[in-house]
């Protein structure tokens, strides 16, 4: 056996043996049990050493209101940063604000209710959003705004030409938005990212959001979230244990 070939299997012995260890003592309950958990992009499943951490943390601690400010309060309100610095600090995204929510969609909720639609406005959909994204459809319509869909190729693609036909309608310089997913949540299909571009490019009015994308690289947060034209643009972040949160670019607040 050649050197490259031995060193490549032992390589291969020490990763399965990293991940065997690791799934015996974080997620041994589904061996018990005789299951296999694969919805990870609904919602991770939290380690053994997370209940471990946390229980310690409450049975040891006094948490209060984090809007007030006495001990107890203060100790929770420094918690609830941490954690939003962690989100921030994985994502490379610290000229954004991180607010939690219940979940994605609740997050996408709030997107429809503040986002400035008006009678000039469209919303252009992909075919294949998730249904959270779809419902703020309802939310241009009730401000007599317009929305319309892109469609797909056969094998669930992109339909390029009919989306670059639909970006470079005319249209008034008004609060638009554009929303697809970087992931299909229907066919696991990866989009192309170039569509961020190439939407600034057509149809400067365009805002863009991304769903189900968490690359921890800092060219995504620059890239993927825009800087928007006098209006609130907030993207989502699906993270551990079904939490979500919104992140809104700083300097867009600000102006």
Avoid at 10 to 36: A, M, V
Avoid at 199 to 219: D, E, I, N, T
Wanted: proline share 3%; net charge neutral.
């Amino acid at each position: 056996m050649s050197v490259l070939l031995r060193n490549k299997s032992i390589s291969t012995i020490n990763h399965d043996r990293y991940f065997n260890q690791l799934f015996d003592k974080e997620f041994g309950r589904l061996e018990e049990r005789g299951q296999i958990y694969l919805d990870y992009t609904g919602g991770g499943i939290y380690g053994s050493s997370q209940l471990k951490e946390h229980f310690k943390l409450l049975s040891d601690s006094v948490l209060g209101n984090p809007h007030s400010s006495n001990p107890t309060s203060s100790f929770s309100t420094a918690l609830v940063e941490e954690a939003r610095e962690a989100v921030l600090d994985y994502f490379n995204a610290h000229d954004y604000y991180c607010i939690f929510t219940q979940n994605a969609s609740n997050a996408i909720k709030i997107i429809g209710e503040c986002y400035p639609f008006s009678q000039e406005s469209k919303l252009l959909l992909l075919a294949d959003n998730h249904n959270s994204i779809n419902g703020i459809r309802s939310y241009c319509a009730s401000r007599n705004g317009t929305y319309q869909y892109a469609g797909l190729t056969p094998d669930l693609r992109i339909d390029q030409a009919h989306l670059k036909n639909l970006l470079s309608l005319p249209s008034e310089r008004a609060n638009s938005l554009f929303a697809f997913p970087a992931q299909s949540n229907a066919s696991g299909v990866q989009h192309n990212l170039t569509w961020v571009q190439i939407a600034q490019q057509k149809a400067g009015m365009f805002y863009l959001m991304l769903r189900h994308s968490y690359p921890r690289l800092s060219w995504i947060c620059q890239w993927c979230v825009l800087n928007l034209w006098h209006s609130l643009f907030t993207r989502c972040l699906d993270i551990l244990l079904g939490l979500a949160a919104c992140s809104s670019r700083k300097l867009t607040l600000i102006n």
